[in-house]
């Protein structure tokens, strides 16, 4: 309603609450009185166009897609977010340009915990067997490494003999964490990148494209403007922020309805050539372009790279 909000975090690392565009029963209190338009007249309605039919009354359609400087700044590249704990996600938002007021998404994972060095603590095991058993109450010694996995790295524990073992020697640097990236509605994602840096996977729209020698214009480069004009994209628009970024994995998705998308020749072979035009303009190739398909399942394998 008109009093809602939506909120946006700003450069100083702090969150900005801005004020939603009013729904359609709010608009139409609020302009009670007001003359009603002319046959075919536009008058400028609250970040819509109200087009006047016969009768004077008004429609509401989505204006013409926002540009980045038209935009409030609300997301800045030094921003630094607190870093994930152990485990845990975040999920950062930045404004996307498209016709009507449009965010996309960072989910970020935290830091996994490195694998206990097994190899290191089973002979200090051994040797406070009995200790431990005692001091656990009769259950297996082995049960200590609950107590450890617990450490943090710079925490330790002290064995019965006077062994101490300190989190940081006894396990593995911690994996670092996942980066999903989801782009919706736009033809301009950009406000994102500095979110998105590395990210495993990136979900990027591709409303339009040029396939098979049909589209809604008569070329590439004039579908990709048509796409633009009405804050979408095209194959090209995905990877380029797909090498912007340095993602992993482009999922192409929200493809028009003249796409079916179903088991037809035709309908693969068209997703085939989305996938082909994203691929030769992508740093990344082969099946790490996918065009998505419904109820498509697609596993993120844990990083292998450590933290410093």
Known sequence: HSGGRQIFPDADGSWQCLPLPPLEGDRKRSERGRPKAPKGRRVKGRGRVAVGNRKGNEKLRPGPPQQQE???DRTDDKLDAPPNAEGQLSVRAAAMVHRVPCVGFTIEEGPRLGRIKSEVLEPIIERNAKALQLELGGRNPRAI?????NLGM???YLFPDGTRVVGERIRERSLEGRRIVI????SDASRLLPFSQGADVVVHECTNAFVNGQGSTDSPETERKHAERYGHSTPDVAAEFQRACAAKKLVLTHFSPRFRGDARPDSIRAMYEIEEQARAVASISGEDVVAAWDLMVL???PRESRVA
């Open 70 to 72: 038209d935009m409030p």
């Open 145 to 149: 490494y609950k107590t450890i996995g």
């Open 154 to 156: 710079d925490e330790s």
């Open 183 to 186: 782009c919706g509605d736009t």
């Open 299 to 301: 596993p993120i394998p």
